[in-house]
Nanobody, 122 residues
């Protein structure tokens, strides 16, 4: 699976952005998908995940209620809608695919896209 994330940019605090990730290669619908982020000087952290059937989602506490993960299996796309953005959301965001199950643990994810930078100004 090859992944490519896009949609990052500069936004003011309180604003919104939607990240997208396109997948190519093997059967997209059989993979759980996740979004992770890495802020400058910090370790990569889990943001949101969605299972292959679109039935289950999970979020980091820091984004719960503000971010929404979604996927369109027909278009091989996964999205991250980010609302009420805060300066602490500034990071490079990565999409990832897991063929071993869904959840927050990064070790589950076998494939990673290049990141897209989100900068939230105060």
């Amino acid at each position: 699976v090859q992944l490519q994330a896009f949609g990052g940019g500069l936004v003011q605090a309180g604003g919104s952005l939607r990240l997208s990730c396109t997948a190519s290669g093997r059967t997209f619908s059989s993979y759980a998908m996740g979004w992770f982020r890495q802020a400058p000087g910090k370790e990569r952290e889990f943001v949101a995940g969605i299972d292959w059937s679109v039935t289950n989602t999970v979020y980091a506490d820091s984004v719960k209620g503000r971010f929404t993960i979604a996927r369109d299996n027909a278009r091989n796309m996964v999205y991250l809608q980010m609302n009420r953005l805060k300066p602490e959301d500034t990071a490079v965001y990565y999409c990832a695919a897991s063929g071993r199950g869904w959840g927050a643990a990064s070790y589950l994810y076998d494939y990673w896209g290049q990141g897209t930078l989100v900068t939230v100004s105060s």
